[in-house]
């Protein structure tokens, strides 16, 4: 029986690479497979390091997975979908991901990020957590700039993390000067890390609690902070 298969972790964790390489493995046995994408046109780099998108179908808003799978199936065959970016899937989508497995009896591999910049679950991410028969983190060696196992995403605009905005930010808004646009740019953090920036912004008054607290060992990683993050 054909199972949905989620595959998450953060940025640099290596899903594109897994999803192409699961896509390759199955092609290579001569069985028909799917492969999905949602590009985000931003120069960030959520996607399309590796180019994925040259033989990927992009998932805009209102495609039918589905409907999409059952067309291909109905030709000749369907063995498995690869879904790249998922966390960008609307969450009837994954619904129609889990029809692709119980009605078609098609594998699905899921890959995507877990929470966003905010900290919180991409819609898709949740969808996917709820129905998947496997949910599985990708174990790869993302680090934060101190050294501990990366697990969150941060978002930067002109270098300084920031916690509100669009969940997906895309590359064509209506600014005129393209050289004012705001550089935005994305980096690995642990959980202590990601929320550090956060709690810069609450001001001096957490500040004075962080004294009595643990203070001495995070001034002192903070020195470190200078060093630049990838490895
Ligand atoms: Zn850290």
């Given amino acids: 029986m054909a199972e949905l298969r989620f595959f998450f972790g953060t940025m640099g964790s290596g899903k594109s690479t897994q999803a192409l390489q699961i896509r390759h493995n199955i092609a290579a046995r ?10 985000d046109r931003q120069a960030g780099k959520v996607s399309s390091r590796l180019g994925v998108a040259a033989e ?6 209102d495609v039918d997975l589905f409907a999409l799978a059952r067309s291909a199936y109905n030709k000749g065959g369907l063995h498995a979908m690869v879904c790249d970016e998922a966390q960008f899937y609307e969450p009837r989508q994954i619904d129609q991901l889990s029809r692709v497995v119980d009605e078609l009896d098609v594998e699905v591999y899921a890959f995507g990020l877990l ?3 905010q900290g919180e679950l991409f819609p898709g991410t949740k969808r996917l957590l709820e129905l998947a028969d496997v949910r599985s983190e990708l174990q790869v060696e993302a680090r934060c700039w ?7 995403n941060a978002r930067l605009v002109n270098g300084v993390q920031v916690y509100s905005g669009a969940l997906k930010v895309v ?3 209506a600014i005129d000067e393209p050289e004012e646009a705001p550089e935005v740019t994305y980096d690995l953090r642990c959980r202590r890390h990601w929320h550090e920036g956060l709690r810069q912004r609450q001001g001096d008054q957490l500040e004075l609690l962080d004294e009595r607290d643990d203070a001495p060992a995070l001034k002192a990683q903070t020195q470190q902070e200078q060093e630049p993050a990838n490895t």
């Fill in 30 to 39: 001569g069985l028909s497979v799917i492969l999905t994408t949602q590009l």
């Fill in 171 to 173: 590359g064509d808004t």
């Fill in 115 to 117: 929470t966003s910049f």
């Fill in 146 to 152: 101190c050294g501990a196992r990366a697990t969150h």
């Fill in 56 to 61: 990927a179908e992009i998932v805009d808003h």
